[in-house]
């Protein structure tokens, strides 16, 4: 009966961290639209990275894959951005950049920097840490375009 009782109150005891691991899904919103990515958003070291293409492309950006130097390149008009895998450098138009945290492949998917990315292309990034939400506004739409009904609470 002890034991059956201990078990009861340690079910209970998890039962919060449960619901905090499951409400810690991040949200990426472009110019107030949310990003949808076949991978979720990660927290990796304290920073947010993101599957690749879904990030390049919604910021308007062609993508390449160099498998052999394992190096993803995008190109938006007349910049060109380079990100290699594990590196802590990025190069947008052969100037370096360096990174917090390099791009990885989790689960089978390239996750870059959302932030450092969406930088190299002139994007304001902040982030919210109540919804747990990025929010990029690009140079097409004013800078005070959010999430839906969200306010960003400060800057990563």
């Known amino acids: 009966m002890k034991k059956l009782i201990a078990l009861l109150i340690s079910g209970i005891i998890m039962l919060p961290c449960v619901n905090a691991f499951a409400n810690d899904v991040i949200e990426v919103y472009i110019d107030g639209e949310k990003l949808e990515c076949d991978v979720n958003p990660k927290n990796i070291d304290e920073r947010v990275l993101v599957p690749m293409r879904a990030i390049f492309e919604a910021l308007g950006a062609k993508v390449d894959w160099n498998g052999e130097t394992r190096t993803v390149t995008a190109t938006r008009g007349d910049d060109v951005m380079k990100i290699t895998i594990d590196s802590n450098e990025l190069f947008k138009n052969d100037e370096s950049i360096a990174l917090d945290v390099p791009a990885k492949i989790v ?50």
Do not use: C, H, M, Y
């Open 107 to 156: 689960d089978d998917s390239t996750l870059v920097p959302v932030r450092a990315v969406s930088e190299s292309f002139d994007a304001k990034v902040s982030w919210n840490g109540e919804t747990q939400s990025v929010i990029i506004v690009t140079d097409n739409q004013p800078t005070e375009t959010v999430a839906p009904s969200e306010e960003p609470k400060s800057t990563e």
